[in-house]
């Protein structure tokens, strides 16, 4: 494939960019980089079929460090952007900063915010930030004796990494029973299950937010809200997102106003007070309870899907701000977004989240190319042997699309995700009903 090449910037040398990760978020920042003035050339590792089209995709995983490293020195890359949750957890961005490469995204130390459920509880507890009320157990025992004398439904989290499935939800001291056993005792998520997290049920709508932060600046994005389980009406297991869409009609000016003195900058102060001063993204997870909001989790980069709804609508480069993020300069910046709506539906394989077949040639892509507005992000595709784009993954490809409003935009995303087929390509067929309540 041809490589894609940009303009130049003025005033200053071309940059190259590797983006790290190959999924639709990934798609999603790629595409925001590549409409940036000041990339010649971007390069993704590992990618997918899609992100190709933007840019060089190298056959490199996520967590083989050496790897990206020796590779960003060779290519001499100018910025490293690392959309995904494990490699930050891990530490990939201090291996860049070790090796002398611009890279955003948080620190170990400062990623933890997401890679440990008792850490972002405790930092929650300490500075008085509004979440649900909980407990961390790290002995399964102890966690059986606290649940005899608990309120139903609870919440059981597993305290790391879980691919945003270590949640369950008891409506029963036997359920409950059941999940101890599931996280800390099967290991169904592995080590993340060696400490649990026993939260209280709060019901209301959820809201995510996504910011932008430089260590001491937080300056927000659009709100979304994302579908987690797999089928109509929010049943079946829980998903990586099944859809979303954005700006929430129920993210209110009130609950803004709430949130920026009560949540946003709060945790970003308490991270620097903690010594892990943080850079890069955070993610918000909110419940707007009858409390008041309240924080549900933190993550410490863009979710997915909803970097599908939000990163299309913004003004800014991208590139701008990220540098910004990373020279501590966010306060110079005006982060703006487009006075519009998206929707984004995911294109799943049938049997997702549990077994599906792979492998499976898409046909309608090139529809996109002909539509303003309508986008289609590439999560689980591959090129086959002949070259032609095949599935890969549970989720395949993102569909989103805006318009002037929520339901026009929906509408428009619904069409669109009409324009692609595969054999067992599957969809909620509401995502985004919630606004017709709004």
């Known amino acids: 494939m041809a490589e894609c090449q940009l303009p130049v910037r003025e005033g200053g040398a071309p940059m190259k ?7 639709g978020r990934e798609h999603a920042i790629a595409y925001c980089v590549a409409k940036s003035s000041k990339v010649e050339k971007m390069y993704c590792a590992p990618g997918n079929a899609g992100i190709a089209e933007l840019a060089e995709c190298v056959p490199i995983g996520a967590m083989e460090f050496d790897k990206l490293v020796t590779f ?12 995904m949750d494990d490699p930050l957890v891990g530490g990939l961005i201090d291996e860049f ?16 915010l997401e890679g440990s459920k008792a850490f972002s509880k405790d930092l929650m507890k300490k500075y008085d930030i509004p979440t649900a009320a909980y407990e961390n157990f790290d002995n399964a025992d102890e966690a059986l004796a606290y649940l005899e004398t608990a309120k139903f439904p609870i919440v059981l989290k597993a305290d790391g990494l879980a691919l945003g499935k270590g949640v369950l939800i008891c409506n029963t001291l036997e359920e409950a029973k059941a999940g101890v ?27 995510s937010v996504l910011s932008f932060v430089d260590g001491k600046t937080i300056k927000t994005m659009t709100s979304a809200q ?40 709060k945790t970003v ?10 850079k890069g993204i955070i993610f918000f997870g909110l419940m707007l309870t009858e409390d008041g909001p309240k924080v549900l989790e933190y ?11 939000v990163l299309p609508r913004m003004k800014n480069d991208l590139i701008d701000v990220i540098e910004a993020c990373i020279d501590g300069t966010l306060d110079q910046v005006d982060l703006q977004f487009e006075d519009n709506a998206a929707v984004c539906v995911v294109l799943a394989s049938d049997g997702y989240p549990v077994a599906y077949e792979k492998g499976l040639p898409i046909t309608g892509l090139d529809e996109f190319k002909k539509h303003e507005g309508y986008y289609c992000f590439h999560a689980g595709t591959k090129f086959d042997s002949q070259g032609n784009i095949v599935t890969n993954g549970g989720r395949v490809l993102g569909i989103t699309a805006t318009g002037d409003d929520l339901k026009a935009a929906r509408a ?3 069409k669109a995700a009409g324009w692609v087929d595969f054999a067992n390509k599957y969809m909620r067929t509401d995502i985004g009903k919630a606004i017709d309540e709004a």
């Open 269 to 278: 102060d308490a991270m620097a007070a903690e010594g892990r001063e943080f």
């Open 17 to 23: 960019v590797l983006i790290v990760g190959g999924g």
């Open 299 to 309: 993550n410490a980069r863009f979710g997915d899907p909803e970097a599908q709804v």
């Open 72 to 83: 960003a020195k060779e290519k001499a890359i100018d910025l490293a952007i690392v959309g």
């Open 412 to 414: 428009n995303a619904y």
């Open 97 to 112: 900063e070790k090796a002398g490469i611009r890279a955003f995204g948080p620190r170990k130390n400062a990623a933890i």
């Open 226 to 265: 994302d579908h987690k389980r797999a089928k109509d009406g929010d049943q079946g297991l829980n998903t990586g997102g099944m859809g979303t869409f954005s700006p929430s009609p129920f993210y209110t000016k009130e609950v803004d106003e709430f949130c920026r003195k009560y949540v946003y900058q």
């Open 181 to 207: 056993k599931e996280i800390m005792l099967d290991k169904k998520f592995g080590a993340s299950g060696n400490t649990m997290v026993v939260e209280e049920f709060m019901t209301g709508r959820e809201v």
